[in-house]
C-alpha cells in the first residue's frame, strides 16, 4: 500500500540538516572575512589612537648629539609632554608621502595650562630649519635682559646659577667679536619668544648663535627618559639601565 502523506515521518521542528559542501566552504569564507576585518579595524583604530597621542599627549624622541650633556645624554630616549602648556592644536601643515604622513610647522594654544618656565628642557622647531625638532633648556622669558661675559649667563644683571645642571669644557675664552659662544649681549627677549642654551655650554648651538625659540614653535616640556642605548664598551655597557624611567630636571 502506498502511503498517504499524513503517514510519511515528518522532520522534527528544529532539527538540523546536512550542509552541502558548497554551504561549509561559504561559512568557511565568511568567517575568514571576518577575522581580517577585526584585525584591519584594530589595526586602524590602534593607528589613529597612536596619531592623537603623538600630537596631543607625548611624543618620544632620541637624542643625537651631545649639547644637552650632562642633563642628556647621546643614545637617551625621552618623553616630551605635548600637554605641558596647553592643549595644542597643529597649524601650519603639509601632507606628504613620507612618515608621518602629516607635517606640522606651528601650533596654537586653545586651553592653555600654564606659561614656559626658565629651567624647563624643550623640544622646538629649530628655527633655521624647522624640519628638524632640537632640545635645548630654557634660560631667558620675554622681557628678560640676557648676557655673557666669560662664559657666566646673566639675567637682568645678575649671574645665573647653573653650576648644578651645566658643564664647561673648554678653559678657554673666545672674544665676543669672533664668536659668541662666551662673551654675548646683551639682548632683551622680545615677546612670544625664549631664549635657550644647551647645559654643555661649550658645545651648543642655541639662541646665542640663532635667535629666539617664538612660543607657537614649541612641542612640548622633556620630562622622563624611557630608554637609554651606549652601544660602547662590553656588552653589559650598551644599556644605561640607571637612565630608564629617570625624569628631567
Known amino acids: 500500500m502506498t502511503p498517504s502523506p499524513e503517514d510519511s515521518p515528518k522532520q522534527s521542528e528544529g532539527s538540523l540538516k546536512e550542509s552541502s559542501p558548497s554551504s561549509v566552504s561559504e561559512e568557511h569564507e565568511g568567517s575568514h572575512k571576518s577575522i581580517i576585518r577585526e584585525y584591519a579595524e584594530a589595526i586602524v583604530i590602534a593607528i589613529i589612537l597612536a596619531f592623537f597621542i603623538r600630537v596631543f599627549v607625548v611624543q618620544a624622541f632620541k637624542i643625537p648629539s651631545g649639547s644637552m650633556i650632562p642633563t642628556l645624554l647621546i643614545g637617551d630616549h625621552i618623553l616630551v609632554s605635548k600637554l605641558a602648556y596647553g592643549l595644542q592644536w597643529p597649524t601650519d601643515c603639509t601632507v606628504s608621502v613620507s612618515f608621518p604622513p602629516v607635517t606640522c610647522y606651528s601650533s596654537k594654544i586653545l586651553w592653555k595650562f600654564g606659561d614656559p618656565q626658565r629651567g624647563d628642557i624643550i623640544v622646538f622647531r629649530y628655527p633655521e630649519d624647522e624640519e628638524k625638532d632640537f632640545i635645548k633648556r630654557i ?98 655597557e650598551w644599556v644605561r639601565w640607571e637612565r630608564i624611567g629617570k625624569f628631567i630636571l
Request: without cysteine.
Open 139 to 236: 634660560i631667558g622669558l620675554p622681557g628678560d635682559t640676557i648676557e655673557t661675559k666669560n662664559k657666566v649667563v646673566y639675567i637682568n644683571g645678575q649671574p645665573l646659577r647653573d653650576e648644578a645642571y651645566t658643564q664647561r669644557i673648554d678653559p678657554g675664552i673666545i672674544d665676543g667679536h669672533i664668536n659668541q659662544r662666551d662673551n654675548f649681549g646683551p639682548i632683551t627677549v622680545p615677546e612670544k619668544s625664549y631664549f635657550v642654551m644647551g647645559d654643555n655650554r661649550d658645545q651648543s648651538l642655541d639662541s646665542r648663535f640663532w635667535g629666539f625659540v617664538k612660543v607657537d614653535k614649541i612641542k612640548g616640556k622633556a620630562f622622563m627618559s624611557y630608554w637609554s642605548w651606549n652601544g660602547q664598551g662590553s656588552w653589559v
